[in-house]
């Protein structure tokens, strides 16, 4: 069992930092895979850590990025690549990271539970055709057809590699396969609220040990320490609430004061389309009125299927997605419009009940919401405007700042 090693604290606390000195002054045959969700973080990895070479996968005449991504593990190379690459590591990536003494360094937590968009009935197709069955919650190939060909190669590729998990017998999720992690000999997770993120439930449902420790700065260098009981984060809020001012207007914030007010389903119903116009208007009254701000300066996100209700001139180009994570690109933004209210999917909120691990949902939000505010000038203690118009998101916020 691999060890893993969760560096929990607040986003701009020196976590890359600190683990690129750990790599720079690693003098035994360790090698590394770093993985990040942004290819300018790639860079970084490659120009910064000076002592070792790091080599990304490519497309080229040797194959497709992931096939070299394999082949880079078989010749034992120190790797440095995207979520979106990782995300496709198979069973034989296992077998290759198990046969080099291998660390992973994860920027930021990945989704590693996905609803599958597959229907009931072929789901049923599978089963009456004996082409798959399952087996401890696992979709798994009959491999009879181990040649088959036709619609179903992918949902084939995805069995023979046990990352399909069934929930109730009707719904199909992706997970990601546990072995990967298990394959590497430490593992670094670098993020914040670990404990509020699906990857930390997925942990918990494959009983992986997890061990926490923050990033500090000691003798002018950023270093991991363990987290204990003397571990506080209370110096840090009193600066944080200091710098950031939440819009306080009962006019502006009238749309979110219902509990369940800009939430995916609120986009989606019909019912809303003039209240969805009426936070359009309050988004423009937030930059012209309240902050006098150019686009420029501007940062703001919702659900991508609704982007196209709230864009308007002025701010349309400073749209961010809400899932965003690790990019330092927009620190320069002062100015904040978080339009959503999070609730994890039901669909996986049950699926992890069933496997007796409960999801707290306010935490969850709350730890989305901070992910995105730190995209912005917060990340240098710079001031930062905040208008969030979800009473429920705003009294997240509030609460933590306070505590």
């Not at 990033?215 to 002018?220: D, S």
């Amino acid at each position: 069992m691999c060890k893993v090693s969760i560096v929990d604290s607040i986003c701009g606390s020196g976590k890359t930092s600190a683990i690129i000195d750990i790599m720079n002054n690693d003098k035994t045959d360790t090698k590394y895979i770093y993985i990040t969700p942004f290819l300018s973080e790639v860079k970084r990895i490659r120009e910064d850590v000076n002592t070792k070479k790091f080599y990304e996968p490519k497309f080229n005449s040797l194959g497709n990025k992931f096939v070299n991504l394999n082949r880079l593990i078989s010749e034992n190379k120190n790797i440095v690549s995207t979520h979106a690459l990782f995300q496709k590591a198979n069973l034989s990536t296992v077998d290759l990271i198990k046969s080099g003494d291998y660390t992973l360094v994860l920027d930021e937590a990945f989704n590693v539970v996905e609803r599958m968009d597959m229907t009931t009935e072929d789901l049923h197709i599978l089963y009456s055709q004996n082409l798959a069955y399952v087996k401890d919650g696992f979709l798994l190939w009959n491999e009879e057809f181990f040649n088959y060909k036709g619609i179903f190669e992918n949902i084939k590729y995805l069995c023979i590699n046990r990352s399909l998990m069934v929930y109730k017998d009707i719904v199909l999720l992706w997970t990601f396969p546990v072995e990967v992690f298990k394959a590497f000999s430490k593992v670094y997770i670098l993020t914040y609220m670990f404990d509020a993120q699906e990857q930390y439930y997925y942990y918990k449902m494959h009983d992986i040990e997890m061990k926490y420790y923050y990033a500090a700065i000691e003798n002018g260098k950023c270093v991991f320490k363990l987290k204990d009981e003397n571990y506080s984060e209370k110096e840090i809020k009193v600066k944080l609430k200091s710098l950031i001012h939440i819009i306080d207007d009962s006019k502006l914030n009238a749309i979110g004061d219902n509990f369940y007010s800009l939430s995916h389903s609120w986009y989606n119903d019909d019912d809303n389309v003039a209240s969805i116009e009426k936070l359009k208007k309050n988004m423009q009254n937030f930059i012209i009125n309240k902050t006098k701000s150019k686009a420029k300066n501007i940062i703001w996100t919702t659900f991508k299927s609704s982007r196209k209700y709230l864009s308007a001139k002025g701010y349309t180009k400073s749209f961010l997605s809400c899932n965003i994570r690790a990019t330092n690109e927009y620190k320069t933004r002062h100015n904040i419009m978080y339009c959503i209210n999070v609730f994890i999917n039901p669909i996986i909120e049950k699926f992890f009940a069933d496997k007796d691990v409960s999801i707290n949902k306010n935490r969850y939000a709350l730890s989305e919401l901070i992910q995105f505010m730190f995209r912005s000038a917060i990340r240098d203690n710079e001031e930062i405007n905040l208008y969030i118009p979800s009473s429920r998101m705003r009294k997240l916020l509030e609460i933590w700042l306070n505590n």
